[in-house]
């Protein structure tokens, strides 16, 4: 997954403003203890995170 479409669909679950703000101020258990940027900082793929946040708030199964 490229990094675009990642954050259009982090924009299109939480909303444009609060996509960035969850992912700088949000620490998931299931990124290891990081946010969604640090987590792609340490060089995870944004496809991994992407299904960590699904699995972390919930995105129904047609958003994933």
Same mark, same amino acid.
């Given at each position: 997954?490229?990094?675009?479409?990642?954050?259009?669909r982090m924009a299109d679950h939480f909303g444009a403003?609060?996509?960035?703000?969850?992912?700088r101020d949000h620490v998931m258990?299931?990124?290891?203890? %990081?946010? +969604?940027?640090? @987590?792609? !900082?340490?060089?995870?793929?944004?496809?991994?995170?992407? %299904?960590? +946040?699904?699995? @972390?708030? !919930?995105?129904?199964?047609?958003?994933?």
């Amino acid at each position: 997954m490229r990094l675009t479409i990642f954050w259009e669909r982090m924009a299109d679950h939480f909303g444009a403003a609060y996509a960035d703000s969850f992912a700088r101020d949000h620490v998931m258990s299931e990124l290891g203890g %990081r946010t +969604v940027h640090q @987590a792609l !900082d340490a060089g995870w793929e944004a496809k991994d995170v992407w %299904r960590a +946040v699904c699995a @972390a708030v !919930d995105v129904p199964a047609d958003r994933r």
